[in-house]
């Protein structure tokens, strides 16, 4: 069984930048769709980009386009979410995730079936 663990969360200024990793205990980066999602305060969780890279797709959500950048490492087995110019509405629960391949096609953010417990960031102004 898949065990993901983020890491990288915290506090930041609005407009300021966050690097979230994810460690997979297995080798999962290269041959799996890995996504991260996020879960603000008092709302349900929503997608926030993903990636299958052997194709080179990666995907996001119009909230953070721009803004974001989702990447991985084969060697590390480790996938980032690059976060930039942080807004007040991206404070949540970070959350990684993983999937079959075909999770990352198409339009949308279904099919993860693995997740991480999360790391919190909190962006304040």
């Known amino acids: 069984q898949v065990q993901l663990v983020e890491s990288g969360g915290g506090s930041v200024q609005v407009g300021g930048s966050l690097r979230l990793s994810c460690v997979a205990s297995t080798y999962t980066v290269g041959s799996s769709c890995m996504g991260w999602f996020r879960r603000p305060p008092g709302k349900e969780r929503e997608g926030v980009a993903r990636i299958y890279n052997r194709g080179g797709m990666t995907y996001y959500a119009d909230s953070v386009k721009g803004r974001f950048t989702i990447s991985q490492d084969y060697a590390k087995n480790t996938v980032y979410l690059q976060m930039n110019s942080l807004k007040s509405e991206d404070t949540a629960m970070y959350y990684c995730?993983?999937?079959?391949?075909?999770?990352?096609?198409?339009?949308?953010?279904?099919?993860?079936?693995?997740w991480g417990q999360g790391t919190q960031v909190t962006v304040s102004s």
């Open positions: 995730a993983t999937g079959p391949w075909n999770s990352c096609l198409g339009s949308g953010f279904g099919g993860f079936g693995y």
